[in-house]
């Protein structure tokens, strides 16, 4: 039985493994991943995966999602 390398690993499941594991808004928009990970922090501060259609963090989605669930839903 043949085991496979790590790059083979990587290459069949399509997971950049480059600086750590981040990647580019451009990769994750050519690879057509819904999110992707930068490893720096957004404009609140949190390090988290982003929003591919709008570079929003997963977190600050959380905050404002749930933050529009306490106002009834309204968007302000």
């Known amino acids: 039985m043949k085991v496979p390398t ?3 690993i990587k290459e069949a499941l399509e ?3 480059k600086d750590g594991g981040a990647m580019t808004l451009q990769y994750a928009r ?3 991943l819904k999110w992707y990970f ?3 922090p957004c404009s609140r501060g949190h390090i988290a995966q982003r929003l591919t259609a709008n ?3 997963r977190k600050c989605s959380e905050l404002d999602s749930a933050s529009r669930y306490r106002q ?3 968007y302000d």
Do not use: Q, R
């Open 72 to 74: 009834g839903g309204k």
């Open 30 to 32: 050519e690879k057509g």
């Open 55 to 57: 570079s929003k963090c």
């Open 38 to 40: 930068t490893g720096e």
């Open 6 to 8: 790590f790059e083979e």
């Open 15 to 17: 997971i950049p493994f």
